[in-house]
């Protein structure tokens, strides 16, 4: 056990906890060469816990960093202050971070600033738009430029970085460790249809039959606070005035900008089903269950295709051209009129619906976390 690399991993929200959680399965099987710790910012908290729960992950370090309406500034010195004293406390030999958040950039840069290796996972999603989404694609590109590791899930994750000069010896592909969560939780699902049936009827009244086609809403960013918000939930109101037989269920995002218009707009809505975030294994039973999936997230659009649902991303722009260049996922914006129409096409055009409901797999097969820890046992740190 002598020379283990030291690696400190970090990480704060859902997304990042569900893609980070099948990396350290794959340290808990390489114990002789690594030592690793685990550090949460808990940018989230419940959203957080329940991945940890799930994944069975137990941190040696928890900053318990959230506060209600934090805003970008605050939590950046927060992240910035209790990463440092767990860096310098632990002396890791890799600092290991995920994905695009605040807890990513600045833990990235907390340990530049002590001059620790970075690795990146998820390295090289770009928009070109710096305000979109916001404040994602400056979080990237800072953590792409103080990274010394880059493990890019597409060619064209790396291509982009290529673009930016980061030296091609130090990127990886490796597709997105969210398939290998995905296809875990799937599988554990297995045989478990009746449980989480149950599950729904008892908790939200929610029942799925082949007569009433469920529409799954999910969103969070802060580019589309405001109006953007608006627009959105008036389109789902429209969209479920529109057709009876539809039942749209919509796990609505803990963050106060979005709880507000959300709740005000399509609260008491007969077919409309505004309920708390869901954990992630009820949350993927309920996309596998879903006609078609209305979203803003970076993750969905990774996980609809290899589950050949179809993702209409309520965004102007995305990161992860992947999905759309194989016809599975299409930019729709936030203007509603564009939401109402673009969803019905899919609701009443089968032909339209049959174009974009394939399952196909540009983000990996579900081995990433793997291949990822390949790499890391050869890089020299
Ligand atoms: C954050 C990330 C975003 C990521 C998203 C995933 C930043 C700036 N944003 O956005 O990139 O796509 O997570 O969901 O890093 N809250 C709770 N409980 C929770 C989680 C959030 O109450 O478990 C509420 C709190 O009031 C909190 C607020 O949501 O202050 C915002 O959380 P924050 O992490 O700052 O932003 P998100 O919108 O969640
Ligand atoms: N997710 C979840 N419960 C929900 C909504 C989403 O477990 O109620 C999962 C989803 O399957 C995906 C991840 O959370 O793996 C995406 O998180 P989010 O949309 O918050 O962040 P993003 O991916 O946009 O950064």
Redesign the pocket.
């Known amino acids: 056990m002598e020379n283990r690399i030291k690696v400190l991993i970090v990480f704060g ?4 906890a ?2 980070m959680a099948p990396v350290i399965k794959q340290f808990e099987l390489n114990k002789d060469k690594f030592d690793t710790i685990v550090c949460v910012t808990a940018q989230h908290r419940e ?1 957080l816990d ?2 940890l729960n799930l994944f069975d992950i137990k941190p040696q370090y928890d900053l318990g960093l959230m506060t209600n309406n934090q805003s970008l500034h605050d939590l950046t010195s927060k992240v910035l202050l209790g990463i440092t004293e767990v860096i310098e406390q632990e002396k890791p030999d890799l600092v290991l971070v995920q ?3 605040t807890t990513t950039f600045v833990s990235a840069l907390a340990a530049y600033y002590l001059k620790i290796p970075v690795a990146h996972i998820e390295a090289g999603l770009r928009t070109q738009n710096k305000y979109s ?1 916001f404040p ?1 694609e400056i979080n990237r590109r800072i953590t792409s430029h103080i990274a010394d590791f880059h493990f890019a899930p597409t060619s064209e994750a790396k291509k982009n970085l290529l673009n930016e000069g980061i030296p091609e010896s130090s990127i990886f592909v490796t597709g997105n460790t ?1 398939i290998d ?2 296809k875990w939780v799937v599988n554990k699902q297995k045989g478990e249809s009746k449980k989480w049936n149950n599950y729904f009827l008892s908790k939200y009244n929610i029942s799925f039959s082949t007569t009433i086609r469920t529409v799954l809403v ?1 969103g ?2 802060r580019e589309s606070f405001g109006q953007g918000f608006k627009n959105i939930c008036i389109a789902i109101k429209q969209l479920a005035e529109n057709d009876s037989n539809i039942q749209i269920i919509y ?1 609505v ?1 803990l963050n106060p900008n979005v709880q507000k218009p959300v709740y005000s707009i399509l609260n008491n809505i007969r077919n409309v089903y505004l309920i ?5 294994e ?3 039973f ?2 596998n269950k879903s006609y078609l999936i209305l ?9 609809a295709p290899s589950l050949g649902k179809p993702v209409l991303v309520m965004r102007d722009t995305t990161e992860r051209p992947e999905g759309i260049k194989a016809g599975t996922a299409k930019l729709v914006g936030t203007d509603s009129k564009t939401i109402v129409s673009e969803t019905e096409k899919l609701l009443y055009d089968k032909v339209e619906y049959e174009k974009m409901a394939r399952a196909i797999n540009p983000y990996g097969d579900g081995n990433s976390a793997r291949k990822i820890l390949k790499f890391i046992k050869v890089i020299n740190i």
């Open positions: 929200t859902r997304p990042e569900i893609k959203m329940q991945v994905g695009d958040t989404p994602e969210v969560a995905l999910t969070h960013r796990p995002h708390q975030p869901l954990d992630y009820p949350f993927v309920l996309m979203t803003d997230s970076g993750g969905i659009q990774e996980e």
